[in-house]
């Protein structure tokens, strides 16, 4: 049987080094932190449903080594 395939969506490569550090600071991993802080945010963007909401999403980078996504 195959396996469930998931959605892994990539950070932005600016937010690499400074969730690394943030993680190293907590004391936890990075993937842990980077849950934490999504899951606050979209709590906020639930909280703020009562008004309008914008998100905007830019295009992707080219991925530096040429990999499609």
């Known amino acids: 049987m195959a396996s469930a395939k998931y959605y ?3 950070l932005e490569r600016d937010l690499i080094s ?7 600071v907590q004391r936890m991993p990075m993937t ?7 899951r606050e945010g979209l709590s906020r963007l639930r909280g703020s449903e009562q008004g309008s ?3 905007r999403e830019d295009p992707p980078a080219p991925d530096p080594r040429g990999r499609k996504p």
Not at 18 to 24: N, R, S
Not at 32 to 38: D, P, Q, W
Request: glycine letters at 0%; aromatic letters at 4%; hydrophobic letters at 50%.
């Open 8 to 10: 892994s969506p990539r």
């Open 53 to 55: 909401v914008i998100i």
């Open 18 to 24: 400074p969730l690394y550090h943030a993680a190293k």
């Open 32 to 38: 842990r932190l980077a849950s934490t802080l999504i």
